[in-house]
């Protein structure tokens, strides 16, 4: 998150906290600014200063995990590693307390003893935090280990602050009104349903949880508006099915890679249990193919017409730019087989034309470091309008304006381009040894092409492909 730039996202209307590369590390927006509460794995107070103050103005809350006892956490000395230090857990939610205007919450586990533990709590009640949520297992337990609802009490009984009580999906959550009953059990002031809510999410529903396949349908339109990272949706999905992940269809799910074949993986079915929802969509024929389709279209053109509208956006490369053809395009890796590409795509059509091997002529604007990318095919040059984060996205948009502009076939998903499987397959098929198995060059040797960086620096030939 220290790497992380805040961005709003217009398109989607929502604020994003993008990485170096283009990751998006945490997304929200204002339907949710009052409730959400942002978790955040440290080992270091000034550190965690910086990233609450970040992201303060976009949240309700910051909390620091201090249960977690994955490896990926405690190896850093953050998550459950923090309960062996006192002092720093101290250091860490006073510095947080007295720098940041939201309210600061913490999670932790029990420790070997429940004086050690009581005294732990006490310390940490006197940074001043808000509240203490509490996982009712030591560092070394897993789920199938039964939660001490009796440690929880005599933390809440011995606290003056909230104490909310963590972990009780396995044993003792199945229902709205079980959650209830486990705050009562732990005299906690609320509860925090971690694995419970990922299984189905309507849980917190008093009229009790919709069915699993209503709620997977929901989520993975929600997905699809917001542009979640298929990887993401694909694992809260799995989370929903659990047991059933086993069945050949479950198995599909897990195969699937991007948020499109999600979608056709529900209208093909996943358990036998889900039959119910597919007879009630056979009306709709689904839906959620033509769902897809039709909200990426819309979400591409809403960030063009928004792109598109800002005059710096719409600067061409320091050119005469007479004479070429221009879209408003931008290349999404998801949308896109990670085999083919565009510029493969497009190369391998000047092959098959005995056209000269396409030009790309790149340059990188000074005032955001942004790229655009003219390819020339055939003495005809082509442009994306749009400038885009990297040399090797703004060649890629640059090749799409040229095989959309001649009706070509460019690697989207679903797309086949038979000549570039026929090659792959032919080179398969030839000896090692055959003199011929040495002519196709590596892409890099094919992609050597001008660069101009407006501003320093030099990239690789191999850059883009």
Not at 25 to 39: A, G, H, I, M, N
Not at 48 to 58: I, M, P, Q, W
Not at 131 to 136: D, F, R, S, Y
């Amino acid at each position: 998150m220290l790497q992380c730039k805040r961005v709003v996202n217009e398109a989607l209307s929502t604020v994003d906290f993008v990485a170096p590369d283009d990751r998006v590390v945490f997304r929200t927006c204002e339907r949710e600014q009052s409730k959400v509460v942002f978790q955040m794995g440290t080992s270091d107070a000034e550190r965690a200063l910086a990233v609450a103050r970040l992201v303060e103005n976009d949240v309700a809350g910051i909390d620091v995990n201090m249960g977690c006892p994955k490896e990926y956490s405690t190896k850093g000395g953050m998550g459950a590693a923090l309960l062996s230090d006192p002092d720093k857990i101290e250091k860490i939610l006073s510095t947080l307390v007295k720098g940041t205007r939201r309210p600061v919450t913490c999670k932790i586990r029990i420790l070997p003893s429940l004086e050690d533990t009581l005294s732990l709590v006490k310390r940490i009640e006197r940074t001043g935090i808000a509240a203490i949520a509490v996982h009712g297992r030591k560092r070394e337990e897993r789920p199938q280990h039964p939660v001490s609802c009796e440690a929880i009490k005599a933390i809440a009984e011995t606290l003056s602050i909230p104490v909310i009580a963590n972990g009780g999906s396995h044993d003792h959550i199945q229902g709205y009104l079980d959650i209830e009953d486990f705050r009562r059990a732990t005299a906690a002031s609320s509860v925090m349903v971690a694995r419970a809510a990922m299984w189905n999410p309507s849980i917190f529903l008093k009229e009790g949880p919709r069915p699993l396949e209503e709620v997977m349908q929901k989520y993975i339109r929600y997905a699809v508006q917001y542009d979640n990272h298929y990887t993401n949706t694909k694992y809260c999905l799995c989370q929903m099915l659990r047991e059933q992940l086993e069945s050949p269809q479950g198995r599909l799910l897990h195969a699937a890679q991007s948020s499109q074949e999600i979608c056709s993986f529900l209208r093909a079915g996943c358990t036998k249990g889900l039959a119910l929802l597919f007879s009630s969509l056979q009306s709709e024929a689904f839906g959620l193919g033509a769902f897809y389709e039709e909200t990426t279209r819309e979400l591409d053109a809403r960030r063009a017409k928004l792109l598109a509208r800002s005059p710096e956006e719409a600067e061409g490369p320091a050119e005469d730019t007479s004479g070429i053809i221009k879209m408003a395009i931008k290349f999404d890796r998801r949308a896109y087989s990670p085999q083919i590409t565009p510029k493969m795509c497009l190369l391998e059509w000047c092959r098959r034309e005995k056209l000269a091997q396409p030009v790309y002529e790149t340059v990188q604007r000074p005032l955001d470091r942004l790229f655009c990318s003219v390819v020339t095919v055939a003495e005809q040059k082509y442009q994306s309008t749009l400038w885009d984060k990297s040399k090797k996205l703004a060649e890629q948009a640059a090749a799409i304006v040229c095989l959309r502009s001649q009706g070509l076939p460019e690697g989207r998903l679903g797309e086949e381009s038979p000549s570039l499987h026929k090659r792959k397959r032919e080179a398969l098929d030839q000896d090692p040894g055959d003199p011929r198995t040495q002519e196709p060059a590596m892409p890099g040797e094919l992609c050597k092409k001008p660069f101009v960086a407006l501003a320093s620096g030099q990239e690789s030939p191999l850059e883009g492909w």
